[in-house]
């Protein structure tokens, strides 16, 4: 069964720093990989996502995450972060079953806090 | 486009009474539905999924049940809350089985909480 793993469960950063989280996942097979933010008070939306191609892929403001295979890993980075980023930041891998659910597999999160 | 609506926001249960959560889609037909609950420092753990109306398939076995009466509404549902059933619980649906490779797009989620 498929796994996720974010080892980092809060990090505080100041404005314009650089942000790297980690998350590795346990998959043999095709994976399609997300990641998910969910600001205070609000639901979860999807940041970005890896399906095949280019593994350094593009989301909304200015994310961005690396699929290293040979690693098992799916790292979100953004160059210089805001305050309004404070959020908390979920890995997401897809379990395709037979039924075609695509079932994701989160992993626990990372709360990122930025101070001014 | 595609809503997603869940209710209630807040629910506040004692131990022991019936539950009853509901979450609908509109804009789409035959989305796969899901049920998650999100736990602090635990993340979102999958409880139920759906393909189709009265198709239901169970991740973890737990004291809640699930019901797809109709193509675009899920039921999340418990005969007595435990303590233990407390939570944040998240609806969220996706395209039909036969446009694979697209993202899950969640509710605003109803926190509940057991006396």
């Known amino acids: 069964a498929q796994s996720v793993s974010q080892h980092n469960h809060h990090v505080i950063l100041s404005e314009a720093a650089s942000l790297e989280l980690g998350c590795n996942y346990s998959y043999g097979g095709t994976v399609n990989l997300f990641w998910y933010v969910q600001y205070p008070g609000q639901h979860l939306q999807l940041l970005l996502k890896?399906?095949?191609?280019?593994?350094l892929v593009k989301g909304i403001k200015g994310f961005e995450a690396e699929f290293i295979k040979s690693k098992f890993s799916f790292n979100l980075r953004k160059p210089s972060v805001q305050w309004s980023d404070t959020a908390e930041y979920f890995c997401a891998v897809n379990g395709v079953y037979q039924t075609g659910a695509n079932n994701l597999f989160f992993g626990t999160g990372t709360r990122l806090t930025v101070i001014p | 486009s595609q809503t997603i609506h869940q209710w209630p926001a807040t629910l506040v249960q004692p131990v022991g009474s019936p539950l009853s959560l509901e979450c609908t889609v509109e804009g789409t037909s035959n989305p796969n539905l899901y049920w998650y609950r999100q736990a602090a420092g635990r993340g979102l753990q999958l409880l139920f999924y759906?393909?189709?109306?009265?198709?239901i398939s169970s991740e973890v076995p737990q004291n809640l049940s699930a019901s797809r009466p109709q193509d675009r509404q899920f039921i999340l549902s418990s005969k007595k809350l435990l303590l233990s059933d407390s939570g944040f619980y998240l609806c969220?649906?996706?395209?039909?089985?036969?446009?694979?490779?697209?993202?899950?797009?969640f509710g605003d989620g109803t926190r509940l909480s057991i006396l």
């Open positions: 890896y399906f095949s191609g280019d593994p």
């Open positions: 759906s393909v189709g109306i009265g198709q």
């Open positions: 969220a649906w996706a395209p039909p089985r036969d446009r694979r490779n697209q993202p899950q797009h």
